[in-house]
């Protein structure tokens, strides 16, 4: 894991900011700063659907919070995400 992303750009940052303005990817976020976790066991704990949880999990990935991996799972491939950061630092001078 990343320990700090640092953002200086105005697109960058207000990706960011659009990604996390959402409770439920905050907590999404916030979650899988303890531990890796799939799409199932995220959507189980946010009381989410899958496709609802894969569709956040998208939008995280593409603002640079999370990070994912697929693995064999018991019905053929899981997706394994796991947050790349847990700090941020926003350069907005």
Avoid at 30 to 45: G, V
Avoid at 48 to 75: C, F, M, W
Avoid at 82 to 87: L, Y
Wanted: net charge positive; proline share 3%; aromatic share 4%.
């Amino acid at each position: 894991m990343t320990e700090t992303l640092e953002l200086s750009d105005e697109e960058p940052i207000i990706g960011l900011a659009k990604a996390l303005s959402s409770p439920t990817r905050y907590k999404i976020v916030k979650l899988l700063l303890d531990k890796e976790m799939d799409i199932s066991s995220i959507a189980k704990r946010m009381k989410q659907t899958e496709a609802n949880t894969s569709a956040q999990i998208k939008y995280l990935e593409r603002a640079g919070v999370l990070d994912s991996r697929y693995e064999p799972g018991a019905h053929g491939v899981r997706k394994v995400c796991k947050t790349r950061v847990n700090k941020i630092i926003l350069n907005i001078v």
